[in-house]
């Protein structure tokens, strides 16, 4: 069976986000940047499928400039066999779901994975996208994958709740945890990495529908007020009398 | 031309998430010179249904095929792209829910529209333009977005737009057929598993959120934070490192990898406040964290605070809302 794993490059959870004055983009100075957390699920899971049923390829794809590429090569570390990196500036989610269909329909994948979505730009949208470019089936947000034969079976999170859904190939699946355990690279997998086929292309002519005009920061909070915990019960007289939402 | 917005409905009413979008819909209509349609999925009465009135919606759409009343996506995509045609609906709100994310990116596809998700304001439209604010980098930035085609799709967070009253009015109710077939709903689902909610409120919905983390010490003194949230009415959340060891189911889990909450409150228990976590929670319109450590993170990102020991807090927050009440 043939996967293809679609990976973003995001900062580090960590990072403290800071913007280029002009305020139109983020600022990379000095940022870490990792594979997003959300597509460790889905690529991770695609490996642990292709090791059950014992054939198969996982082929790991980006959509970004070069500057992504160690990320794809930890991607390959971690199991999967090769990449496809299209060489451009990920503009927006319909941008991005255009180049993912382009190659899902040459490359002929049966599963198509995904993180549920990116953490810097949190659009959730691409996994719809690709499903209805391609005019396949998605399961979004799955929590659970399981496949048998050409069938799969997922768990898909609704609020409140969860529906078991059946699909056949081909389909598109945004994964969450607690899909699997995201695995990590060890020795091996770093060396024999380097070797792996890492293949760029050029994007389609698509254009975005959506810009971003500017970016900005949350306004800073005031500042905690503190309740000395021997008179706790002061703390509910000011959530109903001073900040009014109890 | 008109404003088209997708109404969730569950056993019957209207979610709340629903009501906010509507309101937000039948603002953008008139800032537009039009009027707002809902096409209502899910499982609705009529009555309910034409309350939406209230929110200021002309005119609902209900088809009430029964097959609809779980989330079909093939199904609620072609049923609401259908209402769309029908309506010449130039934008088409929907809650930022994952019915709303699933169906909405589909539609953009379908009816080549912009998208975008995560919106937390009314669109400002000054020189022809149509922007919207949206939360970007997990609730850590907002972003300014134009949406650029002639159709354009908006999902609306929760709790970022007051929800209209006007008490009494009413919208007509017309039933309305996307003449859907069986493969419509091939991806249906097998079986629908509602969770064992603690006090039987939904946390993605819940207006109240109270939260444990590793300070609770074991999922045996849960209680503490079960009894808090039940004498206010709240849901019951977690941190991470809490979901990731089984003291508390993953459908609990707030942050970066988590849900995401919005609430009007939210109070930490013996939750340091890991940046991954803020994520998850940082719109919130008010945050209170109990925590004995006074160098505790979240203490930053707090309104207000209780230095001290939750194991001596919690039992008194819970008497002080009962005594209230």
């Given at each position: 069976m043939k996967f293809l794993v679609c990976i973003s490059n995001v900062p580090d959870t960590t990072t403290k986000i800071t913007f280029t004055p002009d305020n139109k983009e983020f600022n990379k100075a000095g940022v870490q940047f990792v594979i997003n957390p959300w597509d460790e699920y889905a690529l991770t899971r695609?490996?642990?499928?292709?090791?059950?049923?014992?054939?198969?390829?996982?082929?790991?794809?980006?959509?970004?400039?070069?500057?992504?590429?160690?990320?794809?090569?930890?991607?390959?570390?971690?199991?999967?066999?090769?990449?496809?990196?299209?060489?451009a500036h990920p503009k927006d989610a319909f941008f991005v779901a255009k180049q993912i269909?382009?190659?899902?329909?040459?490359?002929?994948?049966?599963?198509?994975?995904?993180?549920?979505?990116?953490?810097?730009?949190?659009?959730?949208?691409v996994h719809g996208m690709v499903g209805e470019l391609l005019g396949i089936p998605t399961v979004a947000p799955a929590m659970k994958l399981d496949m048998s034969g050409n069938t799969a079976t997922l768990e898909r999170e609704i609020e409140g709740g969860k529906e078991i859904v059946e699909v056949n190939t081909p389909f598109v699946a945004?994964?969450?945890?607690?899909?699997?355990e995201p695995r990590i690279p060890n020795m091996r997998g770093i060396m024999t990495a380097r070797t792996k086929p890492l293949k760029v292309v050029e994007p389609t002519a698509d254009a975005p529908r959506t810009e971003v005009d500017s970016f900005a920061l949350p306004p800073a909070k005031q500042g905690v007020k503190l309740i000395p915990a021997e008179n706790a019960g002061e703390l509910i007289k000011l959530l109903r009398n001073e900040a009014k939402v109890i | 031309m008109s404003v088209l917005v997708v109404v969730e409905c569950d056993g019957g009413e209207v979610k709340k998430s629903s009501l906010e979008v509507a309101s937000y819909g039948s603002q953008v209509a008139q800032m537009l010179g039009t009027t707002a349609t809902?096409?209502?999925?899910?499982?609705?009465?009529?009555?309910?249904?034409?309350?939406?009135?209230?929110?200021?919606?002309?005119?609902?759409?209900?088809?009430?095929?029964?097959?609809?009343?779980?989330?079909?996506?093939g199904a609620y995509t072609k049923l609401i792209a259908a209402a769309a045609q029908k309506e010449d609906a130039k934008v088409i709100i929907?809650?930022?829910?994952?019915?709303?994310a699933a169906v909405g990116s589909r539609l953009s596809i379908r009816l080549e529209a912009s998208l975008a998700t995560n919106v937390v304001e009314l669109?400002?439209?000054?020189?022809?333009?149509?922007?919207?604010?949206?939360?970007?980098?997990?609730?850590?930035?907002?972003?300014?977005?134009?949406?650029?085609?002639?159709?354009?799709?908006?999902?609306?967070?929760?709790?970022?737009?007051?929800?209209?009253?006007?008490?009494?009015?009413?919208?007509?109710?017309?039933?309305?057929?996307?003449?859907?077939?069986?493969?419509?709903?091939?991806?249906?689902p097998k079986q629908v598993i509602m969770q064992d909610q603690a006090g039987g409120v939904l946390l993605p919905e819940a207006d109240l959120v109270v939260s444990g983390?590793?300070?609770?010490?074991?999922?045996?003194?849960?209680?503490?934070?079960?009894?808090?949230?039940?004498?206010?009415?709240?849901?019951?959340?977690?941190?991470?490192?809490?979901?990731?060891?089984?003291?508390?189911?993953?459908?609990?889990?707030?942050?970066?990898?988590?849900?995401?909450?919005?609430?009007?409150?939210?109070i930490a228990c013996g939750i340091s406040g890991a940046i991954q976590h803020l994520a998850g929670v940082n719109s919130s319109k008010v945050i209170v964290v109990i925590n004995k450590d006074p160098e505790a993170p979240f203490f930053k990102a707090a309104d207000y605070g209780i230095v001290g020991d939750v194991f001596d807090v919690l039992p008194k927050l819970t008497e002080a809302v009962k005594q209230l009440n």
């Amino acid at each position: 069976m043939k996967f293809l794993v679609c990976i973003s490059n995001v900062p580090d959870t960590t990072t403290k986000i800071t913007f280029t004055p002009d305020n139109k983009e983020f600022n990379k100075a000095g940022v870490q940047f990792v594979i997003n957390p959300w597509d460790e699920y889905a690529l991770t899971r695609a490996i642990e499928l292709k090791e059950a049923q014992g054939s198969g390829t996982v082929t790991v794809l980006n959509v970004g400039e070069a500057d992504t590429e160690p990320n794809i090569r930890k991607a390959l570390a971690i199991g999967a066999d090769d990449a496809i990196r299209v060489n451009a500036h990920p503009k927006d989610a319909f941008f991005v779901a255009k180049q993912i269909a382009a190659i899902a329909k040459d490359g002929g994948y049966d599963v198509i994975l995904m993180g549920k979505e990116s953490i810097d730009y949190n659009g959730f949208q691409v996994h719809g996208m690709v499903g209805e470019l391609l005019g396949i089936p998605t399961v979004a947000p799955a929590m659970k994958l399981d496949m048998s034969g050409n069938t799969a079976t997922l768990e898909r999170e609704i609020e409140g709740g969860k529906e078991i859904v059946e699909v056949n190939t081909p389909f598109v699946a945004s994964c969450q945890q607690p899909m699997c355990e995201p695995r990590i690279p060890n020795m091996r997998g770093i060396m024999t990495a380097r070797t792996k086929p890492l293949k760029v292309v050029e994007p389609t002519a698509d254009a975005p529908r959506t810009e971003v005009d500017s970016f900005a920061l949350p306004p800073a909070k005031q500042g905690v007020k503190l309740i000395p915990a021997e008179n706790a019960g002061e703390l509910i007289k000011l959530l109903r009398n001073e900040a009014k939402v109890i | 031309m008109s404003v088209l917005v997708v109404v969730e409905c569950d056993g019957g009413e209207v979610k709340k998430s629903s009501l906010e979008v509507a309101s937000y819909g039948s603002q953008v209509a008139q800032m537009l010179g039009t009027t707002a349609t809902a096409v209502a999925v899910g499982e609705a009465t009529e009555s309910n249904l034409a309350k939406l009135g209230e929110q200021g919606i002309g005119k609902v759409l209900y088809d009430s095929e029964p097959r609809l009343k779980d989330f079909v996506n093939g199904a609620y995509t072609k049923l609401i792209a259908a209402a769309a045609q029908k309506e010449d609906a130039k934008v088409i709100i929907l809650a930022n829910s994952n019915i709303g994310a699933a169906v909405g990116s589909r539609l953009s596809i379908r009816l080549e529209a912009s998208l975008a998700t995560n919106v937390v304001e009314l669109p400002k439209t000054d020189g022809g333009k149509f922007v919207v604010k949206r939360g970007a980098f997990s609730g850590k930035a907002f972003a300014d977005v134009e949406l650029e085609s002639d159709r354009k799709i908006i999902a609306v967070k929760k709790n970022s737009i007051e929800a209209l009253h006007e008490d009494g009015k009413t919208a007509p109710v017309e039933s309305f057929s996307a003449q859907l077939t069986d493969a419509d709903f091939a991806d249906a689902p097998k079986q629908v598993i509602m969770q064992d909610q603690a006090g039987g409120v939904l946390l993605p919905e819940a207006d109240l959120v109270v939260s444990g983390g590793r300070g609770m010490k074991g999922p045996e003194n849960w209680h503490l934070i079960e009894d808090l949230a039940k004498a206010l009415g709240a849901a019951t959340a977690c941190s991470k490192p809490v979901s990731d060891v089984d003291w508390r189911p993953h459908h609990e889990h707030v942050g970066q990898t988590g849900i995401t909450v919005s609430p009007n409150l939210y109070i930490a228990c013996g939750i340091s406040g890991a940046i991954q976590h803020l994520a998850g929670v940082n719109s919130s319109k008010v945050i209170v964290v109990i925590n004995k450590d006074p160098e505790a993170p979240f203490f930053k990102a707090a309104d207000y605070g209780i230095v001290g020991d939750v194991f001596d807090v919690l039992p008194k927050l819970t008497e002080a809302v009962k005594q209230l009440n």
